[in-house]
């Protein structure tokens, strides 16, 4: 029974044999793949590790920030401006001005009732008419006057007339001597009164004293104007001129800062008017006087050029430059702060950020502002730019902006 039972024996065929070192090999394979893919994800794919940086947007600024040693803010001021008003009292029957209107020096922009001052003056220049009238009867009675004094001068002395009649002639030629001088003086007299009736009357036109334009108009027609405003319910003023010739800005600065300034320095003005445009300026006068409320002085700035565009009592921002701009310094750049741009081979790159990621971009800086670098080529006016670039940090990092 035994050797029968020792020949008991299952027969496997030769390919079955144990799975197991093979399976493990397959494991160990997929295994290192895995790991490979884990690997390129975490350094090149989303399971990298984001790092944080700082960003700044590459932006349009105008030259003068990199030379501006001072900013102060201020209003737009008319230098000469006038509240003109009437010398007599009066209704207002003529207004040919409205706010915004542009006079000329010496335009009447209203007037008075003046039927009287008219009839006075009238009645002045007839008087004066009439004193010339009797100066003319004078002088001609002062001519035969003279003629017969002298005719009987002659002949006084050859005993051909009387004493008295000589006597008669003398004082006929001196009442004929002081006629004229009367009338003369007449005539001095009644001028002078026209002249007074004249100016009466010219007080009943409102005139502008200077060129310039209306900024506000108080009274209308049919009111009563009074020197002063002394009248109840009168209007002391017409209108007000402001002359825009005159514009300056007129900017308070610290106590502190005036060694900083100095007369005739440029300056860069802006208004919140017209954001987008820069006038060239120059300080015109530093007020000899302090306001010790604020501990400013006032500081009047003069526009080099003249703007239809600007306007009294605009608020504005000036910037006092180093030095003068040139004409091509006047336009807005693009730039991004220094510390964006890295050197790498002679080539100059910014990381742009796109997204969770920063992509190595080539860029031409054109001019060194100040803190900015002006970009001539390679990014447009928003793009986002990492500050100061970590070394270890390449095209395709994923990056996290700091808060």
């Keep these: 029974m035994t050797p029968d039972l020792d020949r008991l024996r299952i027969q496997r065929p030769e390919g079955d044999l144990p799975r197991s070192g093979g399976r493990l090999k397959v494991v160990l394979a997929l295994a290192a793949v895995l790991l490979l893919v884990l690997a390129g994800l975490y350094f090149w794919g989303p399971l990298q590790p984001s790092q944080e940086v700082s960003v700044a947007s590459a932006s349009r600024i105008f030259p003068y920030q990199a030379y501006t040693v001072l900013n102060a803010s201020g209003y737009v001021v008319a230098q000469r401006k006038a509240a003109v008003s009437s010398k007599s009292t009066g209704r207002l029957i003529f207004l040919g001005v409205e706010e915004g209107s542009r006079v000329r020096k010496g335009q009447v922009l209203a007037s008075l009732e003046n039927d009287d001052l008219i009839a006075t003056k009238n009645q002045a220049a007839a008087q004066v008419k009439e004193a010339e009238a009797g100066l003319a009867g004078g002088q001609a009675e002062l001519a035969d006057a003279r003629l017969q004094y002298q005719r009987f001068k002659t002949l006084v002395g050859q005993d051909l007339v009387s004493k008295q009649d000589y006597d008669a002639a003398v004082a006929r030629y001196r009442k004929a001597l002081a006629g004229v001088d009367s009338a003369r003086a007449r005539i001095r007299a009644n001028r002078m009164a026209l002249a007074g009736a004249a100016a009466s009357l010219e007080y009943s036109y409102i005139r502008s004293p200077f060129d310039g334009v209306v900024t506000v108009k108080y009274a209308d027609v049919g009111e009563i104007v009074a020197p002063f405003g002394a009248a109840a319910n009168a209007r002391a003023a017409v209108v007000t001129l402001a002359d825009l010739d005159s514009l300056m800005v007129e900017a308070d600065v610290a106590e502190s800062n005036l060694g900083i300034i100095r007369r005739g320095q440029p300056c860069e003005i802006s208004l919140d008017a017209i954001p987008n445009q820069r006038f060239a300026g120059e300080v015109h006068m530093i007020v000899p006087t302090a306001d010790r409320t604020k501990a400013t002085v006032l500081t009047k700035v ?71 670098s002006e970009i001539s080529a390679g990014l447009q006016e928003g793009d986002r730019v990492v500050l100061a670039p970590p070394d270890h940090l390449k095209d395709g ?5 700091k808060e």
Excluded: C
């Design 302 to 372: 003069k526009f080099m050029e003249r703007d239809d565009r600007i306007l009294p009592e605009m608020s504005a921002r000036v910037a006092f430059l180093s030095r003068p701009l040139d004409p091509g310094e006047r336009e807005p750049r693009l730039t991004v702060p220094k510390r964006a741009v890295v050197t790498k081979n002679g080539r100059t790159f910014v990381f742009r950020l796109d997204r969770h990621q920063v992509r190595l971009a080539p860029v031409t800086v054109a001019a060194d502002l100040g803190e900015q």
């Design 397 to 401: 990092s994923r990056v996290k902006v």
